[in-house]
């Protein structure tokens, strides 16, 4: 789809520059009106502009995925109690290097029964400049620590900030990687008040949805507390997102 969206957009600049007989500041209204399309595209990673990535599940019943990006850190454990106590599995996205300094951390997520994706060896900040060899290196070294660290292997991978591009969408493909986004994004780590964070999850709660949370601070934690009772008081079950694959190879 994103192909048919660039050659249509393509086309449509040039009906428009044609019809205004080439005019110069037409070419620059063209110009920067698709700049400003990639830009929206490269940082909307739900818009499936550059990479077709699966932002929710097709369900009918009331269930839903809660996901943790750039651990594992000091504080998953406490994460990870907090699952066990209410019976609820989840996806940990984990970036290589924080693997390293919590190898049994990361042993403990695999062994209580919690789903693994790759978000890169160093999630770096760099990462939408990063060229198609580079960003192979980022998810194949994640990989090896992935196998080497938990004795597993993962199809799912997560963009570190949802951006997308040429290069990450190469990168995706030469490693047979499935992206993986979301279509509740919590924005824990920008904002500060805990009750903003929890009203931007249960306001934007739908069935299937994938929910964007970090598993890097005590803020989270506190927010993760109370979207546990609210799922269970509104009879939400969760999922983990090698589920959907599951379920789709079975189709």
Same mark, same amino acid.
């Given at each position: 789809m994103r192909h048919y969206s660039f050659i249509l957009f393509y086309l449509f600049c040039n009906v428009f520059i044609y019809a205004f007989q080439g005019s110069f500041w037409v070419y620059i209204f063209c110009f920067l009106a698709f700049s400003a399309v990639v830009v929206w595209g490269s940082f909307h990673i739900e818009l499936g502009y550059f990479v077709n990535s699966i932002i929710h599940k097709r369900t009918r019943i009331k269930e839903i995925?809660?996901?943790f990006d750039d651990g594992p850190t000091e504080?998953?454990?406490k994460f990870l109690d907090l699952l066990k106590e209410h019976q609820v599995k989840a996806t940990f996205?984990?970036?290589g290097k924080q693997i390293e300094k919590y190898p049994e951390t990361f042993q403990r997520i695999i062994a209580e029964g919690h789903c693994i994706g790759n978000h890169t060896l160093s999630h770096s900040n760099s990462t939408g400049f990063? %060229?198609?060899s580079k960003m192979v290196q980022e998810i194949e070294k994640c990989d090896d620590i992935i196998y080497n660290t938990g004795n597993t292997q993962t199809k799912l991978y997560r963009p570190p900030f949802?951006?997308?591009n040429p290069n990450i969408a190469k990168a995706i493909r030469k490693t047979q990687k499935i992206s993986i986004g979301w279509?509740?994004?919590s924005l824990?780590?920008?904002?500060d008040n805990e009750k903003k964070i929890y009203g931007r999850i249960t306001r934007n709660l739908k069935k299937g949805s994938i929910i964007l949370l970090h598993d890097t601070s005590e803020k989270t934690y506190r927010v993760l507390i109370d979207l546990l009772v609210f799922l269970k008081d509104k009879k939400y079950s969760t999922f983990t997102i090698d589920s959907i694959?599951? %379920?789709k190879k079975n189709d």
């Open positions: 995925a809660l996901t504080f998953t454990p996205f984990c970036i990063l %060229s198609v949802g951006v997308t279509n509740v994004r824990d780590t920008i904002i694959i599951n %379920s």
